[in-house]
């Protein structure tokens, strides 16, 4: 009686730790192509070397498709302007954006899964000790450099699949803090595929289920 017990019991925590494991993964966002490409119809705009403004619309059916286009009003810029355009051979979106009293470029990229070390998308450099030191912050590894002049930070960093290149005419400092905030934002979001309506409790498990089991 009592091994039949410990086997019920040892049946109910393994259920329960399946639904965990199924409700945490139904909850996050589709990884972003390996390849790096953007969605349908946007990649075409690369194919001759040329770059597309993207549209507000354009931005939501990135995220969707598991790029983060973090938004950074919470830490006081606005988005000018975003385009999809290519980053040392690969696909990048790159947003421009300002507060009241600095401004900011942002570059977005998911390097193919072959790809060796990092690239600082917003200047084409290769992130090495000899121009970037390495900082903890919030448990995210970053690589800050800061320009000859002392007029503009570099930072990159990698969430992920995600690697991101900020230039801010900022200090060191004030850049990583909004670093802090992209990786934040990238470690938070959820899965923006699902239809409205089938983010409940049954939808999000049996999604994390079907994860859970290799089906898309």
Request: aromatic share 0%.
């Given at each position: 009686m009592k091994l039949l017990r410990s086997l019920v019991l040892l049946g109910v925590l393994a259920s329960v730790v399946v639904l965990g494991a199924a409700w945490y993964l139904g909850g996050q966002r589709p990884s972003a192509p390996s390849s790096g490409q953007p969605l349908a119809g946007l990649d075409a705009s690369l194919a001759d070397g040329s770059t597309r403004n993207l549209s507000t619309d354009d931005v939501d059916d990135l995220r969707a498709a598991g790029w983060t286009c973090p938004d950074l009003n919470t830490v006081g810029y606005w988005t000018e302007s975003a385009e999809l355009t290519e980053r040392g051979g690969q696909p990048a979106v790159v947003a421009d954006l300002r507060s009241t009293a600095h401004a900011l470029t942002l570059v977005e990229q998911h390097p193919?899964?072959?790809?060796?070390?990092?690239?600082?998308?917003?200047?084409?450099?290769a992130v090495s000790t000899d121009v970037y030191r390495r900082v903890t912050s919030n448990g995210t590894e970053l690589w800050v450099a800061r320009s000859a002049t002392g007029a503009t930070s570099d930072v990159v960093f990698r969430?992920?699949?995600a690697v991101y290149s900020l230039r801010s005419d900022t200090s060191p400092a004030d850049a990583v803090k909004v670093a802090s905030v992209i990786a934040a934002a990238d470690n938070a979001q959820v899965d923006r595929s699902a239809p409205a309506g089938d983010d409940d409790l049954v939808h999000r498990v049996v999604r994390g289920l079907n994860r859970l089991t290799g089906q898309p």
């Open positions: 193919d899964r072959a790809a060796t070390g990092m690239i600082d998308g917003a200047t084409g450099r969430v992920a699949d």
